[in-house]
Every structure is written in structure tokens, then in C-alpha cells.
DNA sequence: AAAAATAGCAACCGCACAACC
DNA sequence: TGGTTGTGCGGTTGCTATTTT
């Protein structure tokens, strides 16, 4: 491997990496059913484990925690995560604080499998198949487009007003690189949603575990206290009547999320609602307030086209009222173009044309 | 039936930041 | 005030199971 950069873990001889035996479970989880997970430097050694801290703390947050909920994902929590990752872009910590039982590492397992296939092929059916003519650029005629050292797109010609439009806000999207930084509007929809939470919350699954790792410390130091959430959790599990809300909880956020998409860039372009796919859609603060009135029936599909189309349409329309791109477009376009240059790219060696490194 | 390719996911890595001394 | 430690987080890797050829 070379001159890899050493970590907390390499400072000490001996110390065992790799896949986690049962037996090693057992001696991390009696530890912290009787200490609680705190102290984390010392867990190694009290536990009689070979492991560093670091390595005992994520299996503990990630693998071993009793309120963690395993298997496949729902189809609301499916939605949720959708919608967030829309809307917050790749904040895995935040999206596991809004579903429950989930970790941030399932999550983002999750999407860079199976979530980040559906999309892409649900982005390409929509984009690249047939109506929308934005985006058939991307297309097999991209020979217009060629892709340099800084990845900006370069268009020679062929393209009408609505492309180059749209190529545009692509390369601004991406160079200006919001992805990786929540947006103001993100953070105060972040804490709507966090005082929002703790009303629609069913009882029982407040996710301040979750939330915040160190928040649980206090409760743990009490083995009944520890063994009784145990005990619930596992009970909750099976429990139908919890399931329900948590699917109306699911269903709540999702009715507010759907809107805040378009609400955030309709409360910066203009202060009264407007009529967007058949739904009325508010100001974000108007939204929040009419989310419990909402029902919704939406699948994936729905609300993959409502995210996009909600773009699209902003498009067409003047150029001074053009919303952003969403992340989950701005993401998804990426994919796409990175797929069909590098396409591109391969023809062009196999063509015999010159093909050095982009 | 075997090899190769792919998918899923647990675990690791390194950076950032806050708390503490 | 600067160094150290502990923790959180997102990206990436690598192992294993499954599917495809």
C-alpha cells in the first residue's frame, strides 16, 4: 500500500483490524450495557478488547446498538431519503437523526446502491428518453460537447437557447460546488424540522439517541434504565401500532418535504404561492403549516418526477425566474454527463484518436 | 461447474471541530 | 494560546455473497 498515512490505530502493536468476531461483540456490548458508551479512550482496554477507540465506537454506533433497526428499508423511509438527500445533499449524520433506528453508514449505503440506481434510471427515462428537451444534449449526439481539465463544459455548437441555458446553470451548479455546504434556507429547514419532529415524534422513538450520541450518556448509567430501553426497543420492533406512526411521521415530513423544494426557491423569487404539478405551493413557513392538513399518496417515482420536473419547468420559463438546480438534479445530471463523456472518451481511443488523461 | 463480474455492506481512513489542559 | 484528546462525519475500501457468463 505504500506510504499510507498512519492512523490513531497503527500506534499501537497489536492492535486487530478487520471484521468483528461475536465474541467481540459480546465483550463491547456487556462492556457498555454496564458503563455506557462514554469514555470511548478507555473502552479497549476495560472491555478486554484489541481494538482501538475509534474502531469499538463505530461498531458500537453503527452495529451494536440495540435501538438500530436492521433489514430492508420501507418504501416511506425510502421517500425520506430521497427527499432529504434533495434537499441537504449528502448530510448522512442529519438524515439518520430523522430516521429513526437508522445509521448514518446504512443510509449511506443505502443510496450509493440501491437508491442511486433507481434515480439514475428514473433520470435518464425522464431526461434523456424523450420529452424534455433541456436535456438531450446528453444524448448519443454529444459530440458538441467536449469536457476539459477543469470541468467545465464547452459547447461549439447545435445547441438552442433552453440547452445552453441549462448547460449553463449545470456548470455553475457544479462549480460552485453548494453540495458539500447546506444553504442558510437548508439549515433554517433543518431546525423547522427538529421543533416540527418532536410534536409528530410517536412516543417512544424521539430519536435524541440518534441524534447526538452523547446525549444518551446520562441515561445509560443506570443498567435497568439500559436493559428496560432494551427491552422496549425490541418490543417496539414488532409492534404494528408503532409502525403506523412512524408511518404517519414519515408521511408527515414527506408532505412538508415535497413542498420545501419548491417553497425554498419560491420564497427567495417571489413572496405569493404558486401552482406547481397540481399542488399549491407556499412559502416554506406557509408549508409547515399546512403539512397537516396534506395527505399523500406519492411513490418514489412521483416524487423523483416532482423533483425534477419542478426544475424543469423553472427552465422554460424566463431565465430571471429559473429556480436552481436541485441537489439531487445537479447530482444526477453530473452522473450523467460524467457516463456519457467518458463514453465519449472511450470511443475516441478506440478510434485511434488521442486519449490522454483528462 | 467454474470463473468472472457485480452488489451489498461492514469497517476503515482522514479531516474537522470542540473540549480540555 | 497552543497542543492534545475525543468525537463526529463523509468518503472510500475491501471482503463476502450472489449473479452472470
Redesign the pocket.
Known amino acids: 500500500?505504500g506510504n499510507?498515512?498512519?492512523?490513531c490505530?497503527d500506534e499501537v502493536l497489536g492492535i486487530k483490524?478487520?471484521?468483528?468476531t461475536p465474541e467481540e461483540d459480546h465483550l463491547l456490548a456487556s462492556y457498555i450495557k454496564q458503563h455506557g458508551p462514554?469514555?470511548?479512550?478507555s473502552v479497549p482496554t476495560n472491555a478486554g478488547l484489541l481494538r482501538c477507540?475509534?474502531?469499538c465506537?463505530?461498531?458500537w454506533?453503527?452495529?451494536l446498538r440495540p435501538e438500530i433497526k436492521?433489514g430492508n428499508f420501507t418504501e416511506l423511509e425510502e421517500k425520506m431519503i430521497i427527499s432529504l438527500q434533495s434537499l441537504w445533499g449528502?448530510?448522512?449524520?442529519?438524515m439518520a437523526s430523522h430516521l429513526p433506528q437508522r445509521t448514518?453508514?446504512?443510509i449511506?449505503?443505502?443510496w450509493?446502491?440501491?437508491l442511486k440506481?433507481k434515480l439514475m434510471k428514473k433520470f435518464h427515462s425522464h431526461h434523456l428518453g424523450s420529452s424534455s428537451p433541456n436535456f438531450q444534449f446528453l444524448n448519443k449526439d454529444y459530440s458538441s460537447i467536449s469536457f476539459n481539465r477543469t470541468r467545465n463544459l464547452e459547447c461549439n455548437h447545435n445547441l438552442d437557447i433552453h440547452q445552453t441555458s441549462a448547460l449553463n446553470k449545470f456548470i455553475n451548479s457544479i462549480t460552485s460546488s453548494s453540495t458539500?455546504t447546506p444553504s442558510s434556507t437548508t439549515y433554517a429547514l433543518s431546525r423547522l424540522l427538529e421543533g416540527w419532529e418532536d410534536k409528530v415524534v410517536p412516543n417512544g422513538s424521539n430519536n435524541s439517541d440518534n441524534n447526538?450520541?452523547?446525549t444518551s450518556n446520562n441515561n445509560l448509567d443506570d443498567d435497568d434504565i439500559f436493559i428496560k430501553k432494551v427491552e422496549e426497543q425490541e418490543t417496539r420492533n414488532d409492534d404494528d401500532a408503532h409502525l403506523s406512526n412512524e408511518a404517519d411521521y414519515f408521511e408527515s415530513l414527506l408532505t412538508f418535504e415535497n413542498t420545501s423544494n419548491v417553497a425554498c426557491w419560491e420564497q427567495k423569487s417571489s413572496p405569493q404561492s404558486t401552482k406547481i404539478h397540481g399542488t399549491t405551493s407556499a412559502s416554506s413557513e406557509e408549508a409547515q403549516t399546512t403539512t397537516t392538513t396534506t395527505t399523500t399518496t406519492t411513490t418514489i417515482e412521483d416524487m423523483v418526477d416532482s423533483i425534477l420536473l419542478s426544475d424543469h419547468q423553472g427552465l422554460i420559463e424566463d431565465d430571471q425566474n429559473e429556480p436552481p438546480f436541485s441537489v439531487l438534479e445537479k447530482w444526477l445530471l453530473d452522473e450523467a454527463t460524467q457516463q456519457v463523456l467518458e463514453e465519449d472518451h472511450m470511443e475516441e481511443c478506440s478510434n485511434g484518436l488521442s486519449c490522454g488523461a483528462m
Do not use: E, I
Open positions: 500500500m499510507r498515512p498512519r492512523c490505530c483490524k478487520g471484521p468483528w462514554a469514555n470511548w479512550r477507540s475509534k474502531s465506537r463505530l461498531r454506533t453503527n452495529y436492521r449528502n448530510k448522512w449524520a442529519a448514518d453508514n446504512d449511506k449505503n443505502y450509493n446502491t440501491d440506481k458539500s447526538n450520541h452523547n
